[in-house]
């Protein structure tokens, strides 16, 4: 079996202690978790659980006190900062709550500027943005600005972002928080799609309505996995 | 859940023989509730006896006849408890006690129980049963908007059981702590309070 084949994303015995001494806090202790392409995993716990930490961790935003840390096979840790930011820019993509998307830029050109930066040529780049802006439902809207988009077309534009340039590895923070029951929901199976197209996803959620689009919900508490939720068929769910 | 009412509801659009309800039921709810045979006969011939429909012969709208079956029609009777169903708000109290309820408070009150242990084992299982909805979901096509609208309920009522079961756990902690600090040491009925808050859900 290959790294790749193991995960999209690989966490093994990931350690990170904030501070030194009396102030000492473990945001997480000892954590391992494999994701595969076509998997997504849901990680819910309560604030201070290590839940942001992890993700942070697996976006090479942090690094672990210990413990490795590989993404398609090549672990951050030994990176340096030009290559871990072209790691970032080619294999992983982020969707956050708030969508963060660039104001002065139409949606075609927000999808398309990590692909710019990674030397591709704005031709190709916009072909790439409009190709996968008509995958995630709104290729009519290639040429609005995120001002003119509801929350909801505003995080599509998020999710064809984080995964233009065939990036597999797609880490979602919140990513419904800002949004209406049924937009979110419809954010949720569009990301569901995504992963089942072959993406590996990772979602931070206190929603236990969203955590259940994910294979597999990690539980976290203090900074440890106390239980994990495997999805299993649902016609057994229902059997009287 | 009131198989009277559910019966009636499927006999105020139209007629039907007894067999026919059940699998009306089943097909409309998705087989959320099954039902058994002696369940749908035992609930018509009450409403027969209560005056809410009457059992017979199909007559001449054209209906199939299929001998030794009744045939089902409701009565203006039937109809008016049919709308008092339906514009009554279900009460939480009407419901079976709540066993989760019951069983976390009993595990305030037992040492021999890791409370913690029970709540999260509950989640897990919640948790799954809300994947379980939302592929189904997921699964449901456009018509079938009814479908679609039960496994919204259920996934409602088991993401409020989950939230229920966050908050169960934070004020355990809360408990814990308290009494864990030596000039803060509550008293034992402390523990209780987070399982009686759930009880009043």
Known sequence: MTAVEQGVLVLTDVVRTHGTGEGRVHALQGISLAVRPGELVA?????????????????????????????????????????????????????????????????????????????????????????????????????????????????????????????????????????????????????????????????????????????????????????????????????? | MSVRHGLLALLAEQPRYGYELRGEFEARTGSTWPLNVGQVYTTLNRLERDGCVTAGEPSASGARHESGQKYYEITATGRGEVTAWFTTPVRRESRPRDELAIKLALAVGNDDVDLASVIQAQRSDSIRALQDYTRLKARATVGDLAWSLVLDAMVFQTEAEVRWLDHCESRVLQARRAAGAPTVALPAPAAAAPAADGVRR
């Not at chain 1, 030994?78 to 139409?106: C, E, H, M, W």
């Not at chain 1, 780049?125 to 802006?133: C, F, G, I, N, T």
Request: aromatic share 4%; charged share 25%.
């Open chain 1, 43 to 240: 990680v819910m716990g309560p604030s201070g659980s290590g839940k942001s930490t992890l993700l942070h961790l697996a976006g090479g935003l942090d690094q672990p006190t210990s413990g490795q840390v590989l993404v398609e096979g090549t672990s951050l840790a030994g990176l340096s900062r030009k290559a871990l930011a072209r790691v970032r820019r080619r294999a992983i993509g982020y969707v956050f709550q708030d969508f963060n998307l660039v104001p002065a830029l139409t949606a075609a050109e927000n999808v398309s500027l990590p692909r710019e930066l990674d030397g591709v040529s704005a031709r190709s780049a916009r072909k790439e943005a409009q190709a996968l802006l008509a995958e995630v439902g709104i290729g009519e809207l290639a040429d609005r600005f995120p001002d003119d988009m509801s929350g909801g077309q505003q995080q599509r534009v998020a999710i064809a972002r984080a995964l233009v340039g065939d990036r597999r590895l797609v880490l979602a923070d919140e990513p419904t928080g800002a949004l209406d029951s049924t937009t979110g929901e419809a954010v949720m199976a569009l990301l569901r799609s995504r992963c089942d197209a072959g993406a590996a996803g990772v979602l931070v959620t206190h929603d236990a309505r969203h955590a259940a689009w994910a294979d597999r919900v990690v539980f976290l508490r203090d900074g440890r996995v106390v239980d994990q939720s495997v999805y299993r068929a649902p016609e057994e769910a229902l059997a009287p």
